[in-house]
């Protein structure tokens, strides 16, 4: 493979100013993570403590191989919502018994873990990681049910979370849960529906209503221990298949439940078993992406210091240089890449891209998207050379490419080019995000332009003189909208990926990613449909 070159100079006024950018930035995800930890705050952790019981995190600290890494997913889940950052559910993918399983932890210090909109949405997306990836899940339950007042948002859509795990079951994709307190109302069909269930003695509550609801729907007078203890499951109801004495007791059980699972991947093993490491430090992937995203940067500096020994073979390097294409190796295993060199994609770039997706498919190659794009070119030149087409030509190829996608937004992900560059609207794999990065139609000034012209003829076709001093104000609150609502913790409260992550963790989130894909098959498409030309 050809070796690449860097041409960063650490000391350069630029690098040093766009280090700095990146840095504020990551001090902001810091300070999210940290309320996302905190689960309900101190009071109801100490709380919670205070019965003998762990947190999420402790549970899943020693659910998973001692040393192994724990890839948690969504970390920001309702940032900038009326519901604690995290969502009261921790979600990610962990070793148990050397098995990567995808792990759902409901917190039940915010609001008993009840269930709300974002942690449903967390949750689902969990469940289509676990099925699109293969990967047994062991849920860690600890659920008051539904949030009440929420529930016109959560009660239908939220059946599917229990038809997804009986999918899982069906799809010979094991799954596993723990109940280490309260698991009602719709929190009783997670072990209800799952293949292995583990109670503890004394702490496990597992019944579709309480006994304060059951004496108001049939009058019966009865205990929780009568009605839905850990002990009535295992002996009487038979719902437990294990009975625990304690938390601890409860993990063991889990591991080895997953031990006897027999679990084989059924992808490929990385090609190199010791793969080499980059010949850059990841130290300067911080200084690489411009602190203004309309500079464009070369995304071969981000793969020299993601890819093995940054060795990359180069597609078409004459043709559309607008758009990066090329073959490597990550943590071992064969990927094809394609990175946005500078932010437009013009139909040399598009054709380029379908056509080495289709080359990727062939040869059963994982894909990785590094998206900078401000989307397709416009204008009368290339609207008359085909750019519609072209585009469609490369949404195609990726809406049709079956092979593992995982994309990674590194600066901007504007208009179609966000869709041609695989986004969360096109299914891959994983998503994650730079903390610097944003994502929306277009960029604030450019919308807020297209609003001002826009009621600038307006204006002009009803004979009415325009107001300028509104005009200003107008563009200046739509600015402030877009830029809040474009930026990458705004965007993962909302679940548009699987988290912001720090610029120099990528090649490590991808390598676990890319072993994670490979506990199922990895099959390139049969056919791509009509391509216009």
Known sequence: MSTLDSAIDPSAAGYVANRAALLDRLAELDAALDRARAGGGDTYVARHHARGKMLPRERIEL??????????????????????????VVTGIGVVEGVECLIVANDPTVRGG??????????????????????????????????????????????????????????GIPT????????????????????????????????????PLVKMAIGEVTDD?????????????????????DERDGIRLARQCVRRLNWRKQGPPPRTPV??????????????????????????????????????????????????????????YPVGVLANARGVLFSEEAQKAAQFIQLANAADTPLIFLQ???????????????????????????????VPHLTVNLGASYGAGNYGMCGRAYEPRFLFTWPNAKSAVMGPAQL????????????????????????????????????????ALF??????????????????????????IHNGPVKGADGFGVFRM
């Open 176 to 211: 596993v849960s723990v109940v280490f307190g309260n698991a009602t109302a719709g929190g009783a069909y997670v072990p209800g529906m799952s293949d292995h269930v583990i109670m503890i003695r004394d702490r496990s509550q597992v019944y579709l209503a309480g006994p």
């Open 372 to 402: 900078n794009t401000t989307g397709y070119m416009v204008g009368t030149e290339y609207e008359q050379r085909g750019i519609i087409k072209h585009g469609a030509l490369m949404i195609n190829a990726v809406s049709n490419s079956t």
């Open 275 to 332: 793969p080499q490491p980059p010949k850059y430090d990841p130290e300067e992937l911080l200084g690489i992406t411009s602190a203004d995203l309309k500079v464009p940067f070369d995304p071969r500096e981000v793969l020299a210091r993601v890819l093995d020994g940054s060795e990359f073979d180069e597609f078409k390097p004459a043709y559309g240089g607008a758009l990066v294409t090329g073959w490597g190796e990550l943590h071992g």
């Open 448 to 487: 807020a332009g297209v609003l001002s012209i826009v009621a600038r003829q307006a204006a002009a076709a009803r004979g009415r003189d325009y107001d300028e001093e509104s005009d200003a104000a107008m563009r200046m609150m739509v600015e402030q909208q877009i830029e809040s609502q474009s930026g």
């Open 114 to 171: 009840a269930v709300n909109p974002w942690s449903l949405a967390k949750t689902r997306r969990a469940g289509e990681i676990a099925l699109a990836n293969r990967l047994p899940m062991v849920n860690l339950v600890e659920s008051a049910g539904a949030d009440l007042p929420t529930q016109a948002e959560i009660f239908i859509p939220g059946g599917r979370v229990f038809r997804d795990l009986t999918r899982l079951s069906a799809a």
């Open 491 to 516: 965007l993962s409260g909302r679940l548009y990926d699987d988290g912001v992550i720090d610029p120099r963790d990528t090649r490590t989130v991808l390598g676990l990613c890319l072993s994670a």
């Open 225 to 245: 221990e009568s009605l839905g203890g850990a002990a009535m499951h295992a002996g009487t109801s038979g719902l437990a298949d294990y009975l625990a004495e």
């Open 63 to 88: 659910l998973v191989d001692a040393d192994s890494p724990f890839l948690e997913l969504s970390p920001v889940a309702a940032y900038g919502t009326d519901f604690p950052v995290g969502a009261s």
